[in-house]
């Protein structure tokens, strides 16, 4: 439970990024109250320093066959899980399947997948340790059969790996024409932080709420960066997920979270920055700190529906990392 005497400054986060990044050439004066607000008092002179390098890095995941596990339903290739993530393709033909991941921190994650002829990607998002992955089919109702369990002993290169990848629910590639908007928006910015800035000011004023989608959303939901990027409009894990994006193809690390907001369930990020760590702190904010960066709850902070809907920011659970 997050500490409860901080005060939920939500239109002042708005007002800060709606008017201190107007456009590429306000980068620095906002990355300064950006700083400022992270009680970064002694941040250097930023002035002389080059443009930052705003070509897209997009990591590919890849199905090598190096390390494969599976039986005649699925095919689980772990050659790449020291890069943070495995693949896997189910060849059945049962219309409601789930993959299972149990973290080393004993955290379950459970997946919607079908056959569709290809590999998904998946996250191995708490580190170093051991996975369990199992595959469920359904039976008839809510009752599933496990149909495949392997374990996979993970030792990451770089903890940050996770968090630059795609994967099924963080889905871009070099041709998503969100990459393509992200390199756009970072022209003339100078740090990480100035990036940060820019994205979430592009994704907070542009984006609006789909109450309809929101209603009728179900369960294997997964965000459309593209989609988002082009109707403008979207739940928050599609807020959270075209951010995300947007960032790890900027090369800066980049989690998605989903918890709950009071008794709903929710979406926001978190974004590492060199010298500074990781900023998990945006909607809830005590003069040095943000609590949970959050796109969606930013973007609609005058919609007081909205706000009943996701509820008091000192309510945010995290539950998941993708």
């Known amino acids: 439970m997050l500490n ?3 005060v939920l ?29 992270l009680g970064v008092t002694k941040e250097k002179d930023t002035s002389s320093l080059p443009l ?35 693949m896997a393709n189910y060849k059945g033909d049962n219309p409601k399947v789930r993959l299972r991941i149990t973290t080393p921190d004993d955290i379950t994650y459970t997946f919607a997948i079908e056959n569709n002829g290809q590999f998904d990607t998946f996250p191995l998002p708490d580190g170093n340790g ?3 992955v199992t595959l469920f089919e359904n039976l008839n109702g809510d009752e599933y059969v496990i149909s495949f369990v392997q374990d996979l002993s993970v030792s990451l290169e770089n903890e940050f790996l996770p968090f630059l990848y795609p994967n099924q629910y ?26 940060v ?23 294997g939901y997964t965000p459309n960066v593209d989609e988002t990027l082009a109707t403008k ?16 193809s900027q090369n800066i690390p980049t989690k998605l979270g989903v918890g709950y907001a009071g008794e709903v ?15 998990n702190n945006m909607i809830k904010f005590d003069g040095k700190e943000w609590k949970l960066m959050d796109p969606t709850f930013a973007a609609n902070s005058d919609n007081d529906a909205l706000k009943d809907f996701i509820g008091k920011g000192d309510n945010y659970i995290l539950k998941y990392t993708y």
């Open 130 to 132: 051991s996975y369990k």
């Open 265 to 279: 369930y929710h979406a926001w990020i978190s974004v590492y920055i060199t010298d500074i760590g990781w900023i």
């Open 9 to 37: 400054l939500i239109i002042c986060l708005c007002t800060f990024f709606f008017v201190g990044c107007k456009n590429s050439s306000d980068a620095t004066s906002a990355k300064d109250d950006l700083a400022k607000s």
């Open 233 to 248: 409009k979207g739940i928050c894990f599609d807020y959270a997920s075209l951010m995300t994006a947007m960032l790890r």
């Open 4 to 6: 409860k005497r901080f």
């Open 170 to 195: 963080v889905n871009f590639s070099s041709d998503s024409k969100a990459i393509a908007k992200s390199s756009t928006l970072l022209k003339g910015v100078k740090t990480d932080l100035e990036a």
């Open 197 to 219: 800035a820019s994205v979430y000011k592009y994704i907070t004023s542009t984006i609006k709420y789909d109450d309809d989608k929101a209603a009728n959303v179900s369960f």
């Open 52 to 86: 930052r390098d705003n070509t897209p890095k997009v990591l590919r995941p890849e199905a090598s066959g190096l390390l494969v596990y599976g039986n005649d339903l699925i095919t689980i290739d772990a050659s790449h899980i020291s890069q943070g993530y495995f």
